[in-house]
T-cell receptor, first 112, second 115 residues
Framework: GAGVSQTPSNKVTEKGKYVELRCDPI?????LYWYRQSLGQGPEFLIY????????DSGLPNDRFFAVRPEGSVSTLKIQRTERGDSAVYLC??????????FGPGTRLTVL | AQKVTQAQTEISVVEKEDVTLDCVYE???????LFWYKQPPSGELVFLIR??????QNEISGRYSWNFQKSTSSFNFTITASQVVDSAVYFC????????????FGRGTSLIVHP
């Protein structure tokens, strides 16, 4: 079956702009996670959804970051007033409860 | 709090050598899960194995094997007869049963296998 997909694969934007990153999880997976990965680092947790609700958003760095999952499937990570420090690869993963996560290919965000 | 340490930043070997990637973890929970993921140059993390804290039996899958030792809080990964295609960054992760379902990842070990 299809794995986790993320769009776009690459996004280049200018400082101060708004961006949206999309994640389409594996069908039937109730849990969805967003991570951010900088060069040479492991994935850094941002937010976790169980169904439609954000079960844990403690990893969001500030209020410029927001994510939604309105129908319990596709999720969108939204970043307002982007800064150069937001440049990273944004990873999405999905899982069944208590099980291993399956990751998408990531979106490489570059803020100029 | 959960913590994962992968002390080896980069390992370089020649094809056909065996190589072990170390993972040391910290947790106060008695029930937890350990994972290994592979991130090839293409960038997508690939799940390799999950082990729960009650199962200390070592596992072998082809050229891959994992050694879980609770006494030393380690979950090491060995690749036997390494191949160039094994070149990737490998991440160890820990998730505690209590609390949220958020795993903590180590910083990764970059494995370079030379032909």
């Amino acid at each position: 079956g299809a794995g986790v997909s993320q769009t776009p694969s690459n996004k280049v934007t200018e400082k101060g702009k708004y961006v949206e990153l999309r994640c389409d999880p594996i069908s039937g997976h109730t849990a969805l996670y967003w991570y951010r990965q900088s060069l040479g680092q492991g994935p850094e947790f941002l937010i976790y959804f169980q169904g439609t609700g954000a079960a844990d958003d403690s990893g969001l760095p500030n209020d410029r970051f927001f994510a939604v999952r309105p129908e319990g499937s596709v999720s969108t990570l939204k970043i307002q007033r982007t800064e150069r420090g937001d440049s990273a690869v944004y990873l999405c993963a999905s899982s069944l409860m208590n099980n291993e996560q399956f990751f998408g290919p990531g979106t490489r965000l570059t803020v100029l | 709090a959960q913590k994962v340490t992968q002390a080896q930043t980069e390992i370089s070997v020649v094809e056909k050598e065996d190589v072990t990637l170390d993972c040391v973890y910290e947790t106060r929970d008695t029930t937890y899960y350990l994972f290994w993921y592979k991130q090839p140059p293409s960038g997508e993390l690939v799940f390799l194995i999950r082990r729960n804290s009650f199962d200390e039996q070592n596992e072998i899958s082809g050229r891959y094997s994992w050694n879980f030792q609770k006494s030393t809080s380690s979950f090491n990964f060995t690749i036997t007869a390494s191949q160039v295609v094994d070149s990737a960054v490998y991440f160890c992760a820990l998730r505690e049963e209590g609390g949220s379902y958020i795993p903590t990842f180590g910083r990764g070990t970059s494995l370079i296998v030379h032909p």
